[in-house]
């Protein structure tokens, strides 16, 4: 689909995308993750301390749709933590680039937590805050990510991150 | 124990309780985790004593005036570079009535400024300038035997090695290169062999005592069962080929590995049963564990631990320090900071970049690293009166030794109780 045709939806493409997104997170349906990514694409949760530094490490990326299944599958099959599930809050997107076949989009974010283990049941922290710095297509009709930059200012992570922001 | 009264500490802590009663240092009264004497003692008589504390990498800090803002044990500290270059170490503490006085993280001044009063201070943490020193117009000021070298911020001994920077509160640490000794100083140069630059920093903060993330990071133990990654993905060692090496204070540590055959790997597994073992996946995306070794390190990996509060990781070919700050009995932080080679081409930083996601807060083998502490410290407080047992190996401190073993963690505690209970 060219991108240049959904000028005036831009924005409602870019929302529906980042409400879909956000809800199969929070329900847990972390299967659906991959999904919302081209195949070529570029995933990373990026300290904004990093960032603020020019320092390109983040604390977890990925470079293909593939390599998220994999974080799932580890997610799934190997890593152990805590039981607990998110929430996300999102602020307005801001469309910041509109070319004719990707939309730039940034998007304040808020993530709650909240833990589900015997010791701290039911209780919700701010686990993280930051911004989604987006790079929106069209790929057979369907809104994906090709790029996701997740600049976290809560760099100081609590305990440890699993579930993907 | 644990007696606090109108913000006054009494110790009640005991000699005796402190040299608690396990020649090989194999098992660790829990309270040891949460008492709060016993950390404000620690904070005295462990990091403000002679021992080294890790603080910085010299390319953080590489032109005059560059400084960072950190922590030894859980006093600020700042860490400066100097008008001709050399490191200095001080107090982050106003001489005159205590505020912060270095309000930033990191950045770059050839002063330090204390804003409440404006006492200022060069690179090396020497007084330098007092408002209304002699008055106002004949009034006030300081007395005239008030001099700015009796009021200088409280300075740390600072050395470097091999691009690390430690602080030293005590006169009586041996200098840095004899407190390292002939073993870490080794794999240190293995390691960090040329010149480093920092690729970024990840925090944590865990709600666990700092002395059982020390225990983790010399437990060869742990790795295979509490880090399932390797073995779900069939990359993995049951018990790699490997081995701790110790220095005879028992407190620097090595952990390092190497691979063996998928054969022997399978044959290990299905003879323990162990849950981890599981056939049937792969990497989708192979390319995390591709790239080239580094020519000169020949392990898959190598965990090194120079106490109190260092940890240098080698995991393939992602390279960091790790720094562990006490936040009070039962809360730590741990600052990773990620490094390559100066001299690393494009590929060779991207591929470490990559293999980051095998460390750190959401790294594939050590995410559980912090979950799991917390369930020990959420689950000991409750335990004061009891002990852990840490008799894997054995009692005894083998300075070599396979990877079956809790050798390092005794080590580690059989320093530490040295430093707690050594005369004063």
Redesign the interface.
């Known amino acids: 689909m060219n991108m240049a045709a959904n000028n005036g939806n831009a924005r409602e493409l870019v929302e529906e995308l980042l409400a879909a997104y956000v809800s199969a997170i929070d329900d847990g349906d972390l299967e659906r993750w991959p999904e919302f990514f081209t195949e070529d694409c570029v995933y990373r ?1 990026l ?1 904004r ?2 960032d603020s ?1 020019n ?10 749709r ?2 998220l ?2 974080r799932i ?2 997610y799934r ?6 039981p607990h599930a998110y929430r996300h809050l999102l602020g307005p997107v801001r469309i910041r680039d509109e070319g004719r076949h990707e939309v730039a989009a940034r998007t304040n974010y808020a993530v709650f937590r909240t833990a589900l283990d015997p ?1 701290d049941y039911g209780t919700s922290e701010v686990f993280s805050v930051g911004e989604y710095r987006d790079r929106v297509v069209v790929v057979d009709g369907l809104a994906r990510f090709r790029e996701k930059s997740v600049v976290v200012d809560t ?8 579930t993907p922001l | 124990m644990n007696t606090r009264q109108n913000g006054q500490s009494t110790e009640t802590t005991s000699p005796a309780e402190l040299a608690w009663d396990s020649p090989g240092v194999a098992s660790v009264p829990y309270k040891f985790f949460f008492d709060q004497e016993i950390y404000e003692l620690e904070q005295r008589r462990v990091f403000r004593g002679p021992v080294w504390n890790y603080v910085a990498i010299e390319s953080e800090i590489p032109n005059p005036g560059d400084f960072k803002a950190n922590f030894v044990g859980d006093t600020p500290i700042v860490v400066a570079r100097g008008r001709e270059g050399a490191i200095h170490t001080f107090v982050n503490r106003c001489a005159h009535r205590g505020a912060l006085v270095c309000r930033e993280i990191r950045g770059n001044s050839m002063t330090h400024v204390c804003i409440y009063h404006q006492w200022s201070y060069d690179l090396e943490g020497n007084l330098i300038g007092v408002p209304f020193r002699h008055g106002l117009e004949g009034k006030g000021g300081y007395s005239s035997d008030f001099t700015t070298a009796g009021h200088g911020l409280q300075k740390l001994r600072t050395a470097s090695y091999a691009g690390l920077v430690f602080a030293s509160f005590s006169a009586e640490a041996p200098v840095l290169e004899d407190y390292l000794g002939d073993v870490a100083r080794k794999w240190i140069d293995r390691t960090l062999n040329r010149p480093i630059r ?10 666990a005592n700092w002395k059982l993330y020390a225990e983790n990071v010399r437990d060869p133990y742990h790795g295979s069962l ?1 880090h ?2 390797n ?3 069939g990359i993995a060692r049951v018990s790699q080929e490997g081995a701790v090496t110790m220095d005879p204070s028992g407190g620097h540590n090595v952990i390092h590995a190497r691979k063996r055959t998928q054969e022997q790997e399978t044959r290990a597994y299905s003879q323990e049963k162990i849950r981890s073992y ?1 056939k049937s ?1 792969a ?3 192979p ?2 564990l591709q790239g080239e070794p580094d020519p000169l390190i020949d392990t898959t990996t190598t965990i090194q631990t120079i106490f109190p509060v260092l940890v240098i990781q080698q995991i393939a070919n992602s390279l960091a320090t790790r720094q562990i700050i006490p936040k009070g009995p039962s809360r730590m ?1 741990l600052v990773s900071t ?1 490094f390559t080679y100066v001299d690393d081409d494009e590929q060779t ?1 991207s591929t470490r ?2 293999q ?2 095998l460390a ?3 790294g ?1 083998i050590s ?2 690293d ?3 502490i ?1 369930l020990v410290q ?1 689950s000991i407080v409750h335990g004061g009166d009891y002990a852990s047992f840490v008799e894997l190996g054995g009692t005894g401190r083998k300075l070599e030794d396979d990877l079956v073993t809790e050798s390092p963690i005794r080590g580690f505690w059989h320093c530490y109780r040295e430093l707690m209970t050594r005369a004063l």
């Open positions: 949760i300290p301390e990093n530094l320092l390109p490490l983040a604390v977890m990326s990925c470079n293909s593939a390599a299944a994999d599958a580890a099959k190997a890593n152990l933590f805590a010791i760099c100081k992570i609590h305990t440890l991150l699993a | 920092a690729l970024g920093y990840s925090r944590q903060l865990i709600d509490l399932l990654f073995a779900t993905f599981q996946f990497l989708a995306d390319s995390l932080e990620f930083v970049l990559k980051a996601n750190g807060p959401a594939y995410m559980e912090g979950y799991a917390e959420q």
